[in-house]
Every structure is written in structure tokens, then in C-alpha cells.
């Protein structure tokens, strides 16, 4: 799944994911080859994770 996906599953903004990428909170994925990050469901346990841990709902 790409980015705007994987932000509307876990109920934040792309903007969000891209700042989790930014503290470590969350790894690079790998790209597709037209340069897309391909997020897979770990990542999307793991931005859900992070996401009940700050408190925000």
C-alpha cells in the first residue's frame, strides 16, 4: 500500500508518517520501481502502535 493508504487505515495525515519517518518511529520502506515507498502490515501495526502511545486518537 502507498503512503495516503497507509495514513487513512491508521487515522493520521501523510504528513504524520512522514514525521515518524523523520524520528526513527517508523523505517524507510523499500520503493517500487516508479519510486513509490511500498508499506506492508507491519508497518501499519507499527504506526498504530505509535499512534495509541502518544495518546492521540
Known sequence: ???????????????????YHHQGVLLQPPRRVNGYREYGLRDTLRLARARRLTGTS
Open 1 to 19: 500500500m502507498r503512503i495516503g493508504e497507509l495514513a487513512a487505515l491508521a487515522g493520521v495525515s501523510t504528513r504524520t508518517v512522514r514525521h
